[in-house]
Nanobody, 127 residues
């Protein structure tokens, strides 16, 4: 089992920045893929950013150039740096981990490919 705990959420004004963290514990391996998802009120959960076993990264079009995903070399921490935030970025953000198998690029932002989830962290962007 893998446990994921998010932190770093909060309230920020538009064009501000936040950095989300995800603490990882349990039986996780470097072969796991990791990702951030979000769910806004009244909307479905969507993939935001993902990082594969070889540190290849994938982003939703809506956050490219503004968000950066990274992790430590032992897969014990995952981060999401969010810059130039917009009101539409307001959501609950979830950290997720996947055992695999090896993904094709289009899979990285699909929630059904992930096995373990954190409880979520609220991000609110206001004007």
């Amino acid at each position: 089992q893998v446990q994921l705990v998010e932190s770093g959420g909060g309230s920020v004004q538009i064009e501000g920045s936040l950095r989300l963290s995800c603490a990882v514990s349990g039986n996780i391996y470097n072969s796991y893929s990791m990702a951030w998802f979000r769910r806004a009120p009244g909307k479905e959960r969507e993939g935001v950013a993902a990082i594969g076993p070889n540190d290849d990264t994938y982003y939703a079009d809506s956050v490219k150039g503004r968000f950066t995903i990274s992790r430590d070399k032992n897969n014990r921490a995952l981060w999401l740096q969010m810059n130039n935030l917009k009101t539409e970025d307001s959501a609950i953000y979830y950290c997720a981990a996947s055992r695999g198998p090896k993904f094709i690029p289009s899979w990285y932002l699909e929630s059904n490919k992930y096995d373990f989830w954190g409880q979520g962290a609220q991000v609110t962007v206001s004007s």
